[in-house]
Every structure is written in structure tokens, then in C-alpha cells.
Nanobody, 127 residues
């Protein structure tokens, strides 16, 4: 079992920055691909970013490319999402997700691919 705990959400003005963290329990973090997703009320959860187990591969949704950066620290069992130049449309609950036992460069944009999910952290961007 893997437990994921997100933190770092909050209220920020448009153009500002936030860094989300997702701390994972257990000893399988370094063998897990990680992803960030977000969801707003009435909409389906959408892919934001993903990173492979050693960080050699990353992918981003087109809507955040060039503004958001995903990274990980396997020594700290933590994955990060640095969000810059935030826009009101980035307002959502952000979730991190883990897929255990992946090969080096494997990652996915598909929600159903991931095994474990955090509880989410709210990000609100005011205009």
C-alpha cells in the first residue's frame, strides 16, 4: 500500500507561483512513476504532468507546458509540481498519483493507469 499526501496548495493571484509537494509512504517510491492531475467541480479529472521513476522522462498537458515543472526527490520520497505564471483557469483540486513497479522511462497520461491517489490540495488563482 502506498499513501500519498499533497501539500502546498492555497490562494494566489494570477501571475503568481506555488509549489505543490506530494509525500509518499513506503519503500516503493523510487520504482514508481508519478503523476499530477487536477479537477474542478462538474468536470472530469484531467492530466497535468507525469514523471518516470528516475525523472528521465516527463510529460505535460499542453495547457501547462512552459509554466509548470514536475520533479522528484527519491531520497525524500517526494514529487513536486512547481507552478509559475498561474492563471484563474488553473484553479482546481490537484491530486498526485503513483504507479508502482514501472520501468525506467515509463509514464502515462491516463488516470486509470495509476494505482494510488492522494486526497488532493486546493489551488485557487484569483484574477
Amino acid at each position: 500500500q502506498v499513501q500519498l499526501v499533497e501539500s502546498g496548495g492555497g490562494l494566489v493571484q494570477a501571475g503568481g507561483s506555488l509549489r505543490l509537494s506530494c509525500a509518499a509512504s513506503g519503500r516503493t517510491f523510487s520504482s514508481s512513476s508519478m503523476g499530477w492531475f487536477r479537477q474542478t467541480p462538474g468536470k472530469e479529472r484531467e492530466f497535468v504532468a507525469a514523471i518516470s521513476r528516475f525523472g528521465s522522462s516527463v510529460e505535460y498537458a499542453d495547457s501547462v507546458k512552459g509554466r509548470f515543472t514536475i520533479s522528484r526527490d527519491n531520497a525524500k520520497n517526494t514529487v513536486y509540481l512547481q507552478m509559475n505564471k498561474l492563471k484563474p483557469e488553473d484553479t482546481a483540486v490537484y491530486y498526485c498519483a503513483a504507479k508502482r513497479g514501472t520501468y525506467n522511462t515509463v509514464l502515462s497520461r491516463a488516470e486509470q493507469w495509476y494505482d494510488f491517489w492522494g486526497q488532493g490540495t486546493q489551488v485557487t488563482v484569483s484574477s
